[in-house]
């Protein structure tokens, strides 16, 4: 447990939030709140979750949160989906943010495993 700050996992969770504010704030997202604000909820949750596993003083607890961020991975890639069905992301935007979703899920699963391998 320490500085999450410092986590390779949570900065890169942290940029795909920012990555989320800024496409949700174009104009063409402006006109549906309620996708705009699902994507913006799951996209904050992943990287919050990893902060809080961060600092919690067992690695069993530390898990359960990075199981919460991976499933915040999934809810995110849901609207994604749901984003570029409806035309407001494109093609190449959707799969390189996935990609990195789906990488990121990879990393945070490996960490879990380490964790439960080390619990207290």
Do not use: P
């Amino acid at each position: 447990m320490g500085d999450f700050r410092k986590l390779k996992i949570w900065q890169e969770a942290k940029d795909i939030a920012v990555e989320i504010y800024k496409v949700t704030g174009t104009e063409v997202f402006k006109r549906d709140f309620g996708l705009t604000d699902q994507l913006r909820r799951s996209a904050v949750s992943i990287s919050s979750n990893i902060a809080e596993g961060d600092e919690r003083l067992s690695n069993k607890e530390s898990a359960r949160f990075f199981y919460i961020s991976t499933g915040s991975i999934a809810e995110l890639i849901t609207q994604l989906v749901i984003a570029y069905e409806v035309g407001y992301i494109t093609e190449k935007y959707y799969c390189d943010l996935v990609m990195k979703l789906e990488n990121l899920s990879k990393q945070i699963k490996s960490i879990i495993n380490y964790r439960l391998k080390n619990a207290q």
